[in-house]
C-alpha cells in the first residue's frame, strides 16, 4: 500500500492529456497546486487536538443546555404526559412541548409527516417527545428520567415483511423503471430463475454526533452553530420554527467529525429545537444528545429485500430482468423517495439488461425514520445486480468473472440503462483489464479453487472481482448548482468561502486547490472560511459526491472572472495583448515584465478594480422524469473495480480479508493523496456495512444495537492484510468538469461489495461450488456459518 501512496503522491498534471487546454487555463495548470497531492487544510489541527467543533466552541455566559425526552413505545398514542416533575428538578429552565411549538414539522420536504416533538400519534421507539433545557447538560439529561407518560400501545410493524402483510403502505410513492418487454424476455429465455435477497442497514457512527449551538442576536436575529451538511435547508427549518424570515438567520459549519449522509436531513431537528429555546429563553443553548440516544432517535441507511426474476442463457447472457426493491423507510418519508429511487437507478450496476422492469417499495415501518447514507440506495441496488450475475454463473456453471463481462456495457443498442440514459463513457473494461493483470486475479484464482478442493482443514478461501459504476449528480435536477465567494486583499492573500461543507472528505482543500491553480498563486495563499449562508446562500446539500463538482466549479468561475479583470488592467496598464498576461509561481509576466501577484493586486486596487467576485455553477445537460422513469439524471459516471480476497473459518464462520487490489478512477484528480483516501475509507466503511454491522430492534421495537458495546464498524485489525490502491493515470472526465476532475466520495464505497462476494465463493467450496451460497450482507459469523450448514445439508440431499 505504501508503494501506491508514494506513486499517487508524486503524480503531478500532464497537460498533454486534458482535452481541453486553451487560454487561461493552461497558463494556470502549469505549475498550480492543483493535481498534486496536498494534505488536508486541517490535518496539523487534527493531529493536534486543535481543530474546533461546534462542541469546542467558546460558550458565552448564560448558556443552557437541552436535552430530549424520547418516547419508550415504537407504536401507539400518547394517552397523558405529566412533567411537572421534570420541570422541579435542579437547574430545569424550561420543558418544551410540541404544544409550545407553533411550526412543528421537521420534515425534509415540509410534507408535515415528521414532527420536531410529538404529542399524539408515536411513530417508533425513541421519538422525541418533549425537551429540557438546564444549566447543565446533565442536569437536562437527568430531568428527562422523571417524566411521566401514558401511552395506548398497539403491535408495531418492524421490518419489510410485516409492512407488506400490513397492506404495503408506503411513506411516499414508488417508481417504476422499465426498458423493453422483461415479461416477455424472461418468457422466451432459454433458462429461468427466481430468489430473494435481504441487505442490512447501517449506522452512520460518525465520530462527532448530532450537535446544534443556537445564539440569539440583536432584534430577533439567530446565529446557529450545527453539524449539518445541509446548511441552507437546516437554516429555513430554524427560521420556520422560529416564524422569521430566512435572512434573520445565519447557519455556519466550519468543519463536521464525520457525516455520510447522516446530517443531510437529521440535523434539522436538533438546530431548529436549540434555536427555539434560544429565543425564548433569550439565551445560548446548545443540545448535543448521548451515543445511545443519537443512534436511537436518528435514521439510518435503508435495508432492503431484492425480489429478483432473470431469464438467461447457457452463455451466461441475460435476456432479461425483473426486480422489486422494497426498503424499511421508518414512520415517516424522509429522503426514503430519492434513496429507493437511486436504488433502481443502479440495479444495473455496469450491466446491460436488455429487458429490465425494475419497482421500489418504500414502506412504512415504527422505525425511526430512514435517511441519507454514503451511495444513496446506490449500494443496495448495486447489491442485487451482483446477485443477479453470481446466480447466472453458478447456475451456468461459469466464473462469476466472465458473466459479468460477457453482460457488461458496450457500443450500439447495449448502451442504453434502465431510465434510457445513454453511456456514454464506459471506460470499465479497460479498468478490469489492467486489475486482471495487476492483481494476478486469474492465476489466484485458480490456485484458491485447487488448494479448497484439496484441503482437509476447514479454512477455506475465496476471490471475487466486482466492478462500479455510479451515476454522479442529484437526481433530484434542482440541487445541482452551487455558489461560491472569492476576496483578494491588498497583499494578495485570497479568502475562499463556498456552499459546501467539510466533513473530513477534504473538499475545502480541493477547492482552494483550484482557486489558487487559476491564479497560479501557491495554496498556502488561499485562506478557505467556515460554509456561513450569510456569504453564500441557497445554498445545495453537500452529498451525492457532488461537492467538489459543483462548489469546485464555482469557485473557479468566481476566481476567474477577478482574473480575468487583472488581465484586462495589465493590458491597459502595461500595453500588451492578454495572451502576454500569465499567472505562475506566484507571479504574473506581463509581456517582458514580470511582478508579484501581491504587486498586481495593488495595482488594480489603486486603480478601482474590483477584487471581489461570486460564482455560480449549475450542472449542465441533466433532467429527468419521475413519472415517465426516462432521462439523462447523471452528468457522467464513475468506475472502478477491485479483486478482494479472504479465508474463512468453516466451524465458527469467522474470516479475514487476506489481500484487496483496487484501481479506481477519479479522472484527473484534484488531490491524488485525498481521493486515495476517499477511496480507501469508502472501501472500510462498505466493507463494515456488508460483514460486521448489523442493526436489531427486538419485538417492541426497541434498537439493541445502540452503542459501541452492540454495533461493530471495522476495526484497524479488520482491515486487508495486503491492500494495494491504485487511480487510474489515463483517466479524464468524459464532460468539461472542474479541471476534468471526477467525484470519489461515493462510488468507492461499492468496491466493497467485492468481499461479499469473495466470502461467498469461499461459503461455495463446501458445496464444491456447485449450489449458489445466497449469501445476504451483513455477512457476519454467524450468517455465514449458517449459510455453510444450510450448503452442506442441500449438498447431501442433491446427492
Not at 592 to 618: C, D, Q, W
Amino acid at each position: 500500500m505504501n508503494e501506491v501512496l508514494a506513486r499517487g503522491a508524486d503524480r503531478k498534471h500532464d497537460d498533454d492529456a486534458l482535452p481541453e487546454k486553451d487560454g487561461a487555463d493552461a497558463q494556470s495548470h502549469e505549475n498550480a497546486p492543483a493535481h498534486q497531492s496536498k494534505r488536508h487544510d486541517s490535518a496539523h489541527l487534527h493531529v493536534a487536538g486543535r481543530a474546533p467543533y461546534t462542541d469546542d466552541l467558546p460558550e458565552p455566559p448564560g448558556t443552557l443546555h437541552a436535552y430530549l425526552g424520547l418516547s419508550t413505545i415504537a407504536n401507539g398514542r400518547i394517552e397523558s404526559i405529566d412533567l411537572e416533575a421534570v420541570r422541579a428538578q435542579p437547574d430545569v429552565e424550561a420543558v418544551i412541548t410540541a404544544d409550545d411549538l407553533g411550526h412543528n414539522d421537521a420534515s425534509a420536504w415540509q410534507i408535515g409527516d415528521e414532527p420536531f416533538l410529538t404529542s399524539g400519534k408515536v411513530g417508533f421507539l425513541g421519538q422525541p417527545v418533549f425537551m429540557v433545557v438546564a444549566t447543565s447538560r446533565n442536569a437536562a439529561r437527568r430531568a428527562c428520567r422523571h417524566a411521566k407518560i401514558a401511552y395506548a400501545e398497539d403491535t408495531p410493524i418492524l421490518d419489510v415483511d410485516q409492512a407488506r402483510e400490513a397492506g404495503g403502505r408506503t411513506v411516499i410513492d414508488g417508481m417504476t423503471l422499465e426498458r423493453g418487454d422483461a415479461d416477455a424476455a424472461l418468457a422466451n429465455a432459454p433458462r429461468t430463475l427466481s430468489g430473494t435477497m435481504l441487505i442490512g442497514g447501517q449506522d452512520h457512527f460518525y465520530l462527532e454526533g448530532q450537535i446544534a449551538f443556537a445564539v440569539p442576536g440583536e432584534d430577533g436575529t439567530m446565529i446557529v452553530y450545527s453539524s449539518t451538511q445541509h446548511p441552507s435547508e437546516t437554516q429555513m427549518l430554524v427560521a420556520h420554527a422560529l416564524h422569521r424570515p430566512a435572512a434573520m438567520v445565519t447557519l455556519e459549519v466550519r468543519r463536521m467529525g464525520g457525516a455520510f449522509g447522516g446530517k443531510e436531513s437529521q440535523a434539522n431537528l436538533f438546530a431548529a429545537l436549540a434555536a427555539f429555546a434560544a429565543d425564548r429563553l433569550g439565551a445560548p443553548v446548545k443540545i448535543r444528545p448521548d451515543r445511545d440516544d443519537d443512534m436511537v432517535a436518528t435514521g439510518k441507511r435503508h435495508d432492503f429485500r431484492a425480489d429478483y426474476e432473470i431469464g438467461f442463457d447457457d452463455e451466461g447472457g441475460i435476456h432479461g430482468v425483473k426486480f422489486t426493491y422494497a426498503a424499511r423507510c421508518g414512520f415517516s418519508a424522509d429522503l426514503s423517495g430519492p434513496v429507493t429511487d437511486r436504488a433502481l437507478f443502479h440495479c444495473d450496476n455496469t450491466y446491460y439488461w436488455p429487458a429490465v422492469k425494475a419497482v421500489s417499495q418504500p414502506l412504512f415501518t415504527n422505525t425511526v425514520s430512514n435517511t441519507a447514507f454514503r451511495g444513496f440506495g446506490g449500494p443496495q441496488g448495486m447489491v442485487g445486480a451482483e446477485r443477479v450475475i453470481e446466480e447466472v454463473a453458478f447456475a451456468t456453471g461459469l466464473d462469476p468473472l466472465e458473466v459479468r463481462r460477457r453482460n457488461f456495457y458496450g457500443e450500439g443498442e447495449r448502451n442504453l440503462t434502465p431510465y434510457h440514459q445513454t453511456v456514454e463513457d464506459f471506460v470499465l473494461p479497460r479498468i478490469v483489464d489492467e486489475l486482471l493483470e495487476s492483481s494476478d486475479y486469474e492465476a489466484r484464482r485458480q490456485a484458491i479453487r485447487q488448494t479448497n478442493r484439496d484441503a482437509n482443514g476447514f479454512k477455506r478461501r475465496g476471490i471475487a472481482l466486482t466492478p462500479v459504476k455510479f451515476g454522479i449528480s442529484f437526481t433530484a435536477s434542482h440541487l445541482n448548482q452551487a455558489g461560491a465567494l472569492v476576496h483578494i486583499y491588498t497583499d494578495g492573500s485570497i479568502h475562499l468561502n463556498h456552499g459546501g461543507t467539510e466533513m473530513g472528505q477534504g473538499l475545502n482543500t480541493k477547492v482552494a486547490q483550484v482557486v489558487a491553480a487559476v491564479f497560479g498563486v501557491p495554496l498556502e495563499q488561499v485562506r478557505i472560511t467556515a460554509t456561513s449562508t450569510g456569504k453564500v446562500p441557497n445554498t445545495s446539500a453537500t452529498a451525492a459526491s457532488s461537492g467538489a463538482d459543483l462548489n469546485g466549479m464555482a469557485a473557479k468561475l468566481a476566481a476567474e472572472t477577478i482574473r480575468q479583470r487583472l488581465v484586462d488592467f495589465a493590458v491597459a496598464e502595461h500595453g500588451v495583448p492578454a495572451e502576454q498576461v500569465v499567472f505562475r509561481d506566484g507571479q504574473v509576466q506581463i509581456g517582458n515584465r514580470e511582478v508579484g501577484f501581491a504587486e498586481l493586486v495593488e495595482e488594480a486596487y489603486t486603480a478601482r478594480i474590483s477584487l471581489s467576485s461570486t460564482g455560480y455553477y449549475r450542472t449542465p445537460k441533466i433532467h429527468w422524469d419521475r413519472a415517465s422513469g426516462r432521462g439523462h439524471p447523471f452528468y457522467y459516471f464513475a468506475y472502478g473495480a477491485a479483486v478482494s480476497e479472504v479465508e474463512i473459518d468453516t466451524l465458527t464462520g469467522e474470516y479475514t480479508v487476506e489481500r484487496v487490489d483496487i484501481l479506481h478512477e477519479t479522472g484527473n484528480s484534484l488531490n491524488p493523496a485525498i481521493d486515495i483516501g476517499q477511496i480507501e475509507g469508502g472501501f472500510a466503511q462498505g466493507m463494515g456495512w456488508l460483514t460486521t454491522e448489523e442493526l436489531v430492534w427486538d419485538e417492541k421495537g426497541r434498537l439493541l444495537t445502540h452503542a459501541p458495546s452492540t454495533y461493530k464498524i471495522p476495526l484497524a485489525s479488520d482491515m486487508p492484510r495486503q491492500f494495494n490502491v491504485a487511480l487510474a493515470e489515463w483517466s479524464r472526465a468524459h464532460e468539461p468538469t472542474v479541471f476534468r476532475s471526477k467525484a470519489v466520495g461515493e462510488p468507492p464505497f461499492m468496491l466493497a461489495i467485492s468481499v461479499l462476494h469473495a466470502l461467498s465463493d469461499a461459503v461455495a467450496s463446501v458445496a464444491d461450488y456447485t449450489i449458489c451460497p445466497r449469501l445476504d450482507a451483513p455477512a457476519t459469523p454467524e450468517h455465514i456459518l449458517m449459510t455453510i450448514e444450510r450448503l452442506r445439508a442441500d449438498s447431501k440431499t442433491a446427492n
